[in-house]
T-cell receptor, first 115, second 111 residues
Framework: EPEVTQTPSHQVTQMGQEVILRCVPISNHLYFYWYRQILGQKVEFLVS????????KSEIFDDQFSVERPDGSNFTLKIRSTKLEDSAMYFC?????????????FGEGSWLTVV | GQNIDQPTEMTATEGAIVQINCTYQ??????LFWYQQHAGEAPTFLSYNVLDGLEEKGRFSSFLSRSKGYSYLLLKELQMKDSASYLC????????????FGGGTRVLVKP
């Protein structure tokens, strides 16, 4: 079964450093997302991406964050100048199309620890 | 804004049935999804409801009442491996398929 893959699975970084989290969405999917989950808290939407541009972003997704689709298969989340509170599991997700009938599939997550 | 409520924790016995309720308040409702999440892992899709009624998928069923802003996930013939968090998530029409998640219900299955 096709799946969303993410790298790295775990990254430890020093406060103030930049981090890039990588994702390969399911190949025929057109909509891509990043969500995050701080330990013990709910899954939170960060950003959605379609047709090479951001279609929606949450208030969490400020200037510190950016997304990119550098080629036909990868989708990246860049976090500049990381803060302690950025420590969380970051999930990439993708869906074939919009609408309630189209399931959003999640990757296994990248666990980011900022020290 | 959106409000999604589900119980924090439930305990049930192996072989039994458990029903996890979810209530929501949102505009432009587009669909309700249920995901299973084991600790430290990704949410895994279980079911979705767009129209009122019951959707059955093996041991799992999900029900939706749009007029009441209410859904439930029914887990039958519980197995130990069903111990996990169950996440209710709502999709909105104008929100590009963005999912807003509830806090999750942790289900503990005991022998």
């Amino acid at each position: 079964e096709p799946e969303v893959t993410q790298t790295p699975s775990h990254q430890v970084t020093q406060m103030g450093q930049e981090v890039i989290l990588r994702c390969v969405p399911i190949s025929n999917h057109l909509y891509f997302y990043w969500y995050r989950q701080i330990l013990g808290q709910k899954v939170e939407f960060l950003v959605s991406f379609y047709n090479n541009e951001i279609s929606e972003k949450s208030e969490i997704f400020d200037d510190q964050f950016s997304v990119e689709r550098p080629d036909g298969s990868n989708f990246t989340l860049k976090i500049r100048s990381t803060k302690l509170e950025d420590s969380a599991m970051y999930f990439c997700a993708s869906s074939e199309a919009l609408g309630g009938l189209y399931t959003i599939y999640f990757g296994e997550g990248s666990w980011l620890t900022v020290v | 804004g959106q409000n999604i409520d589900q119980p924090t924790e439930m305990t049930a016995t192996e072989g039994a049935i458990v029903q996890i309720n979810c209530t929501y308040q949102t505009s432009g409702f587009n669909g309700l999804f249920w995901y299973q999440q084991h600790a430290g892992e990704a949410p895994t899709f279980l079911s979705y409801n767009v129209l009122d009624g019951l959707e059955e998928k093996g041991r799992f069923s999900s029900f939706l009442s749009r007029s009441k802003g209410y859904s439930y996930l029914l887990l039958k013939e519980l197995q130990m491996k069903d111990s996990a968090s169950y996440l209710c998530a709502v999709s909105r029409e104008a929100a590009g398929n963005k999912l807003t998640f509830g806090g999750g219900t942790r289900v503990l299955v005991k022998p």
